[in-house]
């Protein structure tokens, strides 16, 4: 029995050493399987998708009001800048003979996208209107005359333009020639 004891003490140690890492070796729990990894987002076609359409600013009509200047009540656009007319056009029927470079210069045509020309506040829509200028390009009118805007005016309700070179008048609301005293 003796002979077999270092035989009897490795098999004795070796169940201890089992028994000993058992709790972290042999621990193993089962526990359900863990979920799928969620499904990829489907490959890239050849081809990408179409761009995201971009919206078109909205096209604003040219408006003619009534606004007070040194003058008094005249003809202004939208953003109170005053209106002028030219001798050298005609309102019956309406033509623009402002189309030289120096003029387009000095005298900026109210010009009017397809949103058309509206009548602001003190303005009759039956008096606004418009006219395909010799550049093609469509010009409102008041009254019959085609607009400008004069640019030395910097500031809304400015009348510099007024009665230069003989040829450039202020209108009023009605679209009539201001004549000032």
Do not use: I
């Amino acid at each position: 029995m003796l002979k077999s004891l270092p035989t009897m003490l490795w098999v004795v140690g070796a169940t201890v050493a089992v028994a000993a890492l058992s709790p972290v070796v042999g621990n193993v729990t089962t526990a359900p399987p863990p979920p799928p990894p969620p499904p990829q987002a489907a490959a890239p076609s050849a081809t990408p998708p179409p761009p995201a359409k971009a919206t078109k600013p909205v096209e604003q009509p040219a408006v003619v009001k009534a606004g007070t200047t040194k003058l008094g009540l005249v003809a202004v656009d939208a953003d109170g800048f005053t209106l002028y007319m030219s001798v050298l056009d005609s309102k019956n029927p309406s033509k623009s003979v402002c189309v030289s470079k120096t003029c387009l210069a000095a005298w900026k045509p109210v010009y009017v996208k397809k949103a058309g020309v509206l009548a602001g506040a003190g303005v009759s829509q039956s008096k606004v209107g418009t006219v395909v200028r010799p550049d093609k390009d469509v010009q409102a009118t008041l009254g019959g005359w085609p607009l400008y805007r004069y640019a030395k005016d910097k500031k809304p309700g400015d009348t510099l333009g007024e009665g230069l070179k003989g040829t450039w008048h202020v209108l009023t609301p009605a679209g009539t020639r201001t004549v000032f005293r």
